[in-house]
Nanobody, 123 residues
Framework: QERLVESGGGLVRSGESLRLSCAVSGRTFSNYALGWFRQLPGKGREFVARITWSGGSTYYADSVKGRFTISMDNAKNAVYLQMNSLKPEDTAVYYC????????????????WGQGTQVTVSS
């Protein structure tokens, strides 16, 4: 059975960086994509970034473009989210997501989810 486990969250100051990791267990997923979503306090889950399993295609939300970078390590079945120049408004629980690359990348209701990792950015 497939499973996603996130790690790397924590408390940082505005302007600092964090790197989130998501380990994917189970079968290989050549037709799938991995993504990161986040849930801000009191709000719904929102799309952050996505990468195809091959690593050949990436897509970002406008709010993180230029600051966050998503990457894949196929040998380790892992996806990463490098977050630079963090802002207080980036404070959220970040979730890893696995879904077919044929479905809508930004929908908060599709695919398999990890348990989430908290990121808190102080001003």
């Amino acid at each position: 059975q497939e499973r996603l486990v996130e790690s790397g969250g924590g408390l940082v100051r505005s302007g600092e960086s964090l790197r989130l990791s998501c380990a994917v267990s189970g079968r290989t997923f050549s037709n799938y994509a991995l993504g990161w979503f986040r849930q801000l306090p009191g709000k719904g889950r929102e799309f952050v970034a996505r990468i195809t399993w091959s690593g050949g295609s990436t897509y970002y939300a406008d709010s993180v473009k230029g600051r966050f970078t998503i990457s894949m390590d196929n040998a380790k079945n892992a996806v990463y989210l490098q977050m630079n120049s963090l802002k207080p408004e980036d404070t959220a629980v970040y979730y890893c997501n696995l879904r077919s690359k044929e479905v809508l990348a930004t929908s908060p209701n599709l695919g398999l989810w990890g348990q989430g990792t908290q990121v808190t950015v102080s001003s």
